[in-house]
């Protein structure tokens, strides 16, 4: 436990000692951006055991964001549906974004990730909570590379989870159209005795086209920290961008 904490300490550190404009989340981490105003941005993922988790955001005052999400699970499969019981409710406000200069922001993000466990009464994988963020983009003029590296800490609301954790990630771009995303989520927070104290670690590449859509394939969990599968999830998803 002592060893991911001073591992988070460094990370933010650096993070906020190192700007093009960063989408609202790497993976499932927050990044501290928000869609511009009159934006609205639909999401729908489908991954392992027939889920589907679909949602929308929606920028409001160039500063705000709010979203709803709600997901299911057994969609394409042979078994009953499963819903989960309750929508997913997110808030973002960014606070700072000046050049040169990480930019701050916070909200809150009630989705979680994975199957519903009735037992624990909460997500396989934590909702966020509450959060705070900072995002800095840099650009390697000499590579014509565009980086986003992002930071930050989240307290989240689920049983098991009440405490203070912890995430990181970066997308880096190659050209115009393809990325690669990389989250870590140290999940300092989970006691609930279904992890391996080892935080979860994802990947993806992304393929932007049009105005503002993106789609992803992700490889979840890569250390294997969910002790209920033990095996890498693939998911695919597609982000459709709408200007109102």
Excluded: C
Excluded at 142 to 155: D, H
Excluded at 182 to 188: E, F, I, P, Q
Excluded at 192 to 203: F, S, T
Excluded at 228 to 243: D, H, M, Q, T, W
């Amino acid at each position: 436990m002592g060893g991911r904490a001073a591992r988070a300490s460094a990370i933010l550190f650096l993070l906020t000692a190192m700007s093009a404009r960063a989408d609202s989340h790497i993976i499932d981490s927050p990044t501290a951006m928000v869609p511009a105003h009159g934006e609205m941005r639909l999401e729908i993922g489908a991954g392992p055991e027939g889920s589907v988790l679909t949602g929308v955001r929606v920028g409001l005052f160039e500063r705000m964001s709010f979203g709803l999400s709600y997901g299911m699970q057994e969609v394409l499969g042979r078994g009953d549906i499963e819903v989960n019981p309750r929508p997913g409710i997110q808030f973002h406000a960014l606070l700072l974004d000046e050049p040169n200069l990480p930019a701050i922001g916070f909200g809150y993000d009630s989705q979680g990730h994975g199957r519903w466990l009735d037992g624990k009464d909460r997500y396989e994988r934590k909702s966020p909570g509450f959060y705070a963020v900072g995002t800095q983009n840099l650009l390697v003029t000499s590579y014509q590379i565009l980086t986003s590296v992002s930071g930050g800490l989240g307290y989240s609301l689920e049983p098991n989870r009440q405490a203070i954790d912890f995430f990181a990630g970066m997308t880096q771009q190659f050209g115009r159209g393809l990325a690669m995303l990389v989250d870590y989520d140290l999940s300092l927070d989970d006691d609930g005795g279904i992890d391996a104290n080892r935080g979860y670690l994802d990947v993806g590449m992304q393929w932007r086209f049009g105005s503002g859509n993106h789609l992803r394939f992700l490889l979840r969990d890569l250390l294997g920290n969910y002790q209920g599968s033990g095996k890498i999830a693939r998911e695919l998803n597609f982000y459709y961008l709408v200007r109102l």
